[in-house]
């Protein structure tokens, strides 16, 4: 089944999927949003929270800037050429992400984090949960956040 359009590393896979699995590309839309979070445990002490928190327990909050970065991985369109247009991707990540969390305070201000520690691990998975729905599901999806410039996460791992 590899013909002209499949690379040279397909000539012996010799499997209906060589072709797709040998150009898959992956596309990725950065994007940046501000917001503020504390980091705490309501079933644990003042004491334990500030042990496993430290200033990230601090009770009036403080703000993180973070880069997000989506990863969309698949087979460009034989029509288009794209795996996904970016601009949907970037209207997508606008209405999901950015509307709900920039410049917000995520413990007070989102029903997302409510009652979900507001870890760069918990945003990301719950970042990846907002926009899986809006993603064809032929297309993988990755989520990468960035809560300082060297301290960030990647869903699924
Ligand atoms: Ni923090």
């Known amino acids: 089944m590899c013909d002209a359009t499949g690379v040279g590393l397909c000539a012996e896979a010799g499997t209906m999927n060589c072709n797709l699995m040998a150009n898959k590309v992956a596309v990725f839309r950065k994007e940046h949003f501000n917001a ?3 980091l705490f445990n ?9 042990r496993v ?7 009036n909050y403080h703000g993180h800037n973070y880069d997000l970065v989506v990863k969309v991985t698949g087979e460009p369109d034989p029509q288009t050429g794209y795996v996904i247009d970016l601009k ?12 709900r969390f920039d410049h917000k305070n995520l413990n007070l201000d989102t029903v997302e984090f409510a009652n979900l520690n507001p870890t760069a691990e918990n945003i990301a998975v ?4 907002l926009l899986r729905p809006r993603i064809d599901a032929k297309l993988e999806l990755q989520i ?7 301290n960030f996460v990647e869903y699924p791992a």
Not at 144 to 150: A, G, V
């Open 36 to 38: 503020a979070h504390r």
């Open 126 to 129: 719950v970042i990846y949960q």
């Open 144 to 150: 990468r956040l960035y809560e300082t410039e060297r």
């Open 42 to 50: 309501p079933l644990w002490t003042n004491e334990e929270n500030d």
């Open 88 to 99: 949907l991707l970037s209207d997508i990540v606008k209405e999901e992400v950015m509307s």
């Open 53 to 59: 928190f430290g200033l990230c327990n601090n009770p």
